[in-house]
């Protein structure tokens, strides 16, 4: 006996069938498990984000001035090192000229 493709071989695949769309039915139900949206630093989809208060602002501003006189902190030490290794480059070639 053949069978077209789209008829089932028993009966006991419609009930497998419709136990499949209940799980799928009843895992809907539960919690979202899209954790894409709920990645962490990502806003929860359909909230304003709270304003910043003044306090916000100034703790905001505060640290951005730590950040940017340890970022020049970094720069002049770098500048000064490189100064520090000219002079020792040319101080090396004066002994290699006196050899």
């Known amino acids: ?12 695949e ?6 499949a769309s209940a799980a799928q039915h009843c895992a809907s ?9 709920q990645a962490a630093g990502a806003r929860p989809s359909g909230r304003t984000p709270m304003k910043q ?3 916000d602002e100034a703790l905001t501003a505060k640290l951005l001035a ?3 006189q340890e970022l020049r902190q970094f720069v002049e030490r770098t500048e000064r090192l490189a ?3 000219q002079d020792i ?7 290699m000229a006196e050899a």
């Open 83 to 85: 100064a520090e290794k």
């Open 1 to 12: 006996m053949t069978l077209a493709p789209d008829q089932p071989e028993s009966g006991a």
């Open 66 to 68: 730590a950040a940017e």
């Open 89 to 95: 480059t040319d101080q090396m070639k004066e002994v």
């Open 29 to 37: 139900d539960s919690a979202p498990s899209d954790t894409t949206s």
């Open 14 to 19: 419609p009930a497998a069938t419709g136990a």
């Open 53 to 55: 208060t003044v306090e």
